[in-house]
């Protein structure tokens, strides 16, 4: 199987990912780019490929850049690949026929994938590696990455759309370790030759709920406490506390605040009809910003319900990734 037919049938996959980020536009995979082996062994072998994804949409100019994909790719003998994450078959060089799987999706490349990994030299470990004796499972909900579980005390976040650089997360949950209210880190996975981020490994909270899934129960079945909101309060603002503590912090111009409001309300309202009625009011609130310099700092960037988690020991804030579709 030739290199442009495999990559024709990986983006076939991807238009069924959740994670993939370029669906409803014409698309075109230039380039697949395999990086060194994570694991071979008798049962298979798995290796990172980052896929280089070309949008073509003519009424965009400037052209939209190339978007990255991270796929984690088993290769196992064929014909014993789980129907699920089986994207193809091919001949593989000193391997032979094989099954080419999404790695996370297919039970028998998710124990390669954990061996791989705690051998690996481009994992930075900052605690004990897991048993790898453990049950490995994959979370199943609406993600923008690809989590794994190992056993009761691990998580693995594999990480999908990718940018050139250190990870926001990464950065992040090493500043905020130990601190109680952040996913403990225990380790994170780099591609130092190509400058990516591709994973990082992280305690699991136990007995945590998904803060959305908690609040509708909650406000369904019962009176909310106010000290559970308070506690979900006093935790972000701590978060935010120490984030403008460890990284730099700045100060833009009142006025600049002031115009880029206002141009955003233009453009929504252009998109957004029952938007208009509303336009004066909002511009008025708008231009009561002053001139003056306004504090600016590092924030969470994309914080909702379903960024938090809440345990017995309390609120827990995830995913330090920011808004997918802007800058830091």
């Not at 037919?5 to 983006?11: E, K, M, N, P």
């Not at 409803?24 to 980052?50: H, N, Y």
């Not at 030299?121 to 994959?138: A, F, M, N, T």
Request: negative net charge.
């Amino acid at each position: 199987m030739s290199d442009l037919v495999l990559a024709t049938q990986w983006l076939v996959y991807l238009n069924q990912a959740r994670w993939f980020q370029a669906k409803g536009q014409v698309q075109t995979v230039p380039q697949l780019s395999p990086r060194p082996w994570l694991i071979q062994s008798p049962a298979g072998w798995v290796r990172s490929e980052v896929a280089t994804v070309e949008l073509h949409n003519p009424g965009l100019l400037p052209p939209p850049p190339p978007q990255l994909y991270h796929l984690l790719v088993g290769y196992l003998p064929a014909g014993t690949a789980e129907p699920a994450a089986l994207v193809c078959q091919i001949d593989l060089p000193d391997f032979g026929r094989a099954d080419v799987v999404d790695a996370p999706k297919s039970p028998q490349a998710q124990r390669l994938i954990l061996d791989g990994l705690i051998a690996s030299p481009q994992v930075h470990w900052l605690k004990p590696p897991p048993d790898r004796e453990q049950p490995i499972h994959l979370f199943t909900g609406e993600q923008s990455n690809t989590n794994l579980m190992v056993g009761q005390s691990t998580i693995i976040k594999l990480f999908r759309r990718l940018n050139p650089g250190p990870s926001i997360e990464a950065e992040i949950l090493s500043a905020l370790n130990d601190s109680g209210v952040t996913p403990q880190l225990d380790g994170w996975w780099r591609d130092v030759e190509l400058d990516l981020d591709l994973g990082l490994i992280m305690a699991f909270i136990p007995q945590a709920e998904d803060g959305w899934a908690w609040a509708t129960g909650t406000c369904h079945d019962q009176p909310v406490a106010v000290e559970a909101w308070t506690g979900l309060g006093q935790t972000l603002k701590q978060v935010h506390d120490w984030l403008a503590a460890d990284f730099p912090t700045d100060t833009v111009s009142g006025a600049v605040i002031r115009q880029r409001l206002s141009d955003r309300l233009h453009q929504t309202s252009a998109q957004v009809p029952a938007l208009k009625p509303w336009q004066p009011a909002l511009a008025s609130l708008i231009n009561r910003i002053g001139d003056e310099p306004v504090p600016v700092q590092r924030i969470h960037g994309d914080f909702h319900l379903g960024q938090t988690l809440i345990s017995p020991a309390g609120w827990t804030i995830i995913d330090f990734e920011g808004e997918p579709l802007k800058p830091l």
